[in-house]
């Protein structure tokens, strides 16, 4: 019976060293065109907007006791605070239209360790368009309209510039001077690198 024992704790410290050796890391390696294009393809919000704003709008209207008993038109009809996660709420589009700038992020990150050059400029151009339609879409919603006298004042959002690299960050919320800036900077360094010809069938930015 000893021997048994003996015998099972070395197979049991063997199987635990097998898999100590793998690498706990099975993220796909962007090293081609081809992976930064599918990459790209996250790069733009999934998430509704619209479920949240119509009722905060002037265009909302009474549409009888089932309208009024979801909770999102209730809360966005009176303006107030929601902290819901679920799909159509704020937080899930701020949420998912971060995870899309991620995406162009790191697009652009991939493209830089690969070297850039021709073959992967139309690629830079709609990582660059995603990013700034991303924070355009973000800073819309969740500040102050831009306003000439009040933007250098007024709080922002975070520009997120590179990919994530820890899990709890500490992001600075620009003004929405500088926000509109950043969107500007992506769009003018975007435009000149996108190709019509870009061979994806639809939903990407073009000319």
């Known amino acids: 019976k000893f021997c048994i024992k003996v015998g099972f704790l070395f197979l049991l410290i063997s199987s635990c060293d097998a898999v100590l050796d793998e690498t706990p890391d099975n993220r796909t390696t962007i090293d081609s065109p081809q992976k930064i294009a599918e990459l790209l393809v996250g790069a733009y919000p999934s998430a509704a907007y ?6 905060m709008t002037d265009n909302a ?4 006791p ?3 008993e979801v909770r999102i038109n209730q809360e966005m009809f009176f303006w ?3 902290n819901d996660t679920d799909d159509d709420t704020p937080t899930n589009y701020w949420n998912d239209t971060y995870a899309a700038i991620a995406q162009a992020n790191q697009a652009l990150a991939s493209i830089e360790e690969l ?3 021709d073959e992967l400029n139309a690629l830079k151009g709609e990582a660059l368009l995603c990013r700034a339609y991303g924070h355009f879409m973000l800073v819309s919603i969740f500040s102050k309209a831009y306003n000439p006298t009040t933007a250098n004042t007024d709080l922002g959002i975070p520009y997120i510039l590179k990919p994530e690299t820890v899990l709890l960050g500490d992001y600075k919320r620009g003004t929405v001077a500088s926000v509109y800036d950043k969107i500007r900077k992506d769009i003018e360094a975007g435009i000149p690198l996108i190709e019509d010809s870009y061979n994806i069938p639809a939903y990407h930015f073009t000319l």
Request: glycine share 26%.
């Open 50 to 55: 619209a479920p949240f704003l119509e009722p």
């Open 80 to 82: 107030r605070d929601i």
């Open 61 to 64: 209207g009474d549409k009888g």
């Open 115 to 117: 070297g850039g050059g």
């Open 66 to 68: 089932s309208a009024q």
